[in-house]
T-cell receptor, first 119, second 107 residues
């Protein structure tokens, strides 16, 4: 059974870069047809898809974050990562890593990690 | 992008009742590619329904998804205490992937 676990700093300063990592166990991200993605949720608010990556390295992003968000894979560690540059308070959220069926169905989720932007 | 509007915002019900949650899209969702997720307090969302009406693995049959085009529903036929949560719809018919604002089902 696949398990996903996010990790990263809980606090980031404004205009700096947020970096998060997702460790995957129980499934090799270099195999199969799954994509691997990130979804975030500001405190008390709804869900927002950030982007996804396929094992070939092909990436997809929501337009509002394109240019600031980047997703990459570390195949040797069975991990994938999110970097979000020039963060502001509006980027404060719980960030979830997800397994994405090729069509965009999120069938497995990490427990989430809170990233707060504050000076 | 497709905007999903969920209603009502909050539903106050009792265990054992039947509830229907609505999700309306700003345009037809291609392929009726719509999913529903359940999120309990302090937890990650869980996939309930995909392709508008297919139940995900281990989801009890009291959860039923229906609808097509731009009008979708999630019905819980008999509310159990563990069903009190926030429910989100999500479309994956066309990029970018988008979520509705959620419906809270509370006692």
């Amino acid at each position: 059974q696949v398990q996903l676990q996010e990790s990263g700093p809980g606090l980031v300063r404004p205009w700096e870069t947020l970096s998060l990592r997702c460790s995957v166990s129980g499934y090799l991200i270099t195999t199969g047809s799954y994509h691997w993605g990130w979804v975030r949720q500001p405190p008390g608010k709804g869900l927002e898809w950030i982007g996804s990556i396929f094992r070939t390295g092909k990436t997809y992003y929501t337009p509002s974050l394109m240019g600031r968000a980047a997703i990459s894979m570390d195949k040797s560690r069975n991990q994938f990562s999110l970097t979000l540059s020039y963060v502001t308070a509006a980027d404060t959220a719980v960030y979830y890593c997800v397994r994405d069926k090729p069509s965009g169905i999120f069938d497995s989720w990490g427990q989430g990690t809170l990233a707060a932007v504050s000076s | 992008e497709i905007v999903l509007t969920q209603s009502p915002g909050t539903l106050s019900v009792s265990p054992g009742e039947r509830v229907t949650l609505s999700c309306r899209a700003s345009q037809d969702v291609p392929g009726d590619f719509l999913a529903w997720y359940q999120q309990k307090s302090g937890q990650a969302p869980r996939l309930l329904i995909y392709d508008a009406s297919a139940r995900a693995t281990d989801i009890p049959d009291r959860f039923r998804g229906s609808g097509s085009g731009s009008d979708f529903s999630l019905t819980v036929s008999w509310l159990e205490p563990e069903d009190f949560a926030v429910y989100y719809c999500q479309q994956y018919g066309i990029g970018p992937l988008t979520f509705g604002g959620g419906t809270r089902v509370e006692i």
